[in-house]
């Protein structure tokens, strides 16, 4: 099974500036994964897929890079709602795995 | 538009069953593979189990290889989990997920809310 190392834990950011979150896999997984966003009662939503790509609706805030074993999430200009959890999650294998989550917090 | 909703959740007796249901709808639920994921109280997520779009082919997390059966009636737009010898480890919220294609891409987009199940004596 894949393990995915996601860090920091927490992550507090002021308003207007940078987060820059990491995800690393035990293995190799080339460009097989996603990021997630989750707001407290509510459910995931898909950021990113193929490390890369923003999915429908996603603004160009949230960029994903990396292959391989690592991989970051960057969200540009922290606003109030993009505080929340992140989750990067693999598909190169089963069983398909999450990593530990990331919470973006108000600094 | 998209809207995925569970049912079924509760509190069940460990060794005990429950099933639940994800009813879908806002798009053509027969074209596209359907996962379900979990969450246990203040922890991460967990991908539990995915049928491909005409169930011929399902996947399983090892702890609920043999205890769940996920399975689909496409002609009403319903995806199930059947959870059988239910253990306290079991005790989450459930997702059903909508896979962006036919044939896995196994990552997740319109995700249901939710259905809490606990597993408690």
């Known amino acids: 099974e894949i393990v995915l190392t996601q860090s920091p834990a927490t992550l507090s950011v002021s308003p207007g500036e940078r987060a820059t979150l990491s995800c690393r896999a035990s293995?190799?997984?080339?460009?097989?994964l996603a990021w997630y966003q989750q707001k407290p009662g509510q459910a995931p939503r898909l950021l990113i897929y193929g490390a890369s790509t923003r999915a429908t609706g996603i603004p160009a805030k949230f960029s994903g890079s990396g292959s391989g074993t690592d991989f970051t999430l960057t969200i540009s200009s922290l606003q109030s709602e993009d505080f929340a959890v992140y989750h990067c999650q693999q598909y190169n294998n089963w069983p398909l795995t999450f990593g530990g989550g990331t919470k973006v917090e108000i600094k | 538009q998209v809207q995925l909703v569970e049912s079924g959740g509760g509190v069940v007796q460990p060794g005990k069953s429950l099933r639940l249901s994800c009813a879908g709808s806002?798009?053509?639920?027969?074209?596209?593979?359907m996962h379900w994921v979990r969450q246990a109280p203040g922890k991460g997520l967990e991908w539990v189990a995915v049928?491909?779009?005409?169930?011929?082919?399902?996947y399983y997390t090892n702890s609920v290889k043999g205890r769940f059966t996920i399975s689909r009636d496409n002609s009403k737009d319903t995806l199930y989990l059947q959870m059988n010898s239910l253990r306290a480890e079991d005790t989450a919220v459930y997702h059903c997920a909508r896979d962006p294609a036919m044939v896995p891409n196994n990552w997740f987009g319109p995700w249901g809310q939710g259905t809490l199940v606990t597993v408690s004596s």
């Open positions: 806002g798009f053509t639920f027969s074209n596209y593979a």
């Open positions: 293995q190799r997984i080339d460009i097989n």
């Open positions: 049928i491909w779009y005409d169930g011929t082919y399902k």
